[in-house]
Structure formats: C-alpha cells, structure tokens
C-alpha cells in the first residue's frame, strides 16, 4: 500500500473536526494521510486565504502517487492546485462543490 491522501475540507471552521473524523475513517486505506488546516481557522477570519493555502501546499506537497479527497471549499483549492501545477494526484474525490463561491470569486465560469 504506497498511495497516499491529500484531506481538504470545507471553509468553516466546524468542518475541522469532520475533516480529521474522516481521516480518520479512511486512513486504514493509504499509507499515509495528510489533512491541510486552514490558516483562518487560527486567525478567525471568515473565508479561506486561497493563495495562502496553495503556498502552503507547494510546500507539503507530497511526491509519488497520492489522490486528493476534498469537500467544499477544498474542491476549490483542489481544482486551483491541479490547474497551477502545484499538485498532480492519481485521483480526485470531491464532494459538495461551493457552486456560490466559484461563480462570486470567479466569475469567468458562469
């Protein structure tokens, strides 16, 4: 078993202890898993700081093969670290798109 997990969750900040109940749930299944806290969970600003946490993820961005499970706001940050080359998982799962979020901050897709 030498696949990994990438664990992105939703905005706010009860979405954390969701995020790490289902690494926790999943984890038996890759040989490591890694959830990104979110900077504005610590700082208690309202909205995630994308560009901040794509930093972060050139970062830990882990090497071979890994796939990505994201909810929310992380199929956000998924689909942006897929488009700028910081990530290249195997495989996607994405749950609870934030239609609302996209189509306000990028406009460019309605």
Known sequence: MSMKLLMFSGNSLRNKDWIYE?????GGLFATTAVQD?????TGDKWIDMPGELS???????????????????????????EQAIIAPKFLLLTGIPLNYILQDYSEFA
């Open 22 to 26: 289902a690494q926790k749930e999943l």
């Open 38 to 42: 979110y900077a504005h969970w610590e």
């Open 56 to 82: 972060v993820l050139k970062v830990k961005s882990p090497s071979g093969d890994y796939g990505v499970f994201a909810k929310s706001i992380g199929t956000a940050l998924t689909v942006q670290a897929i």
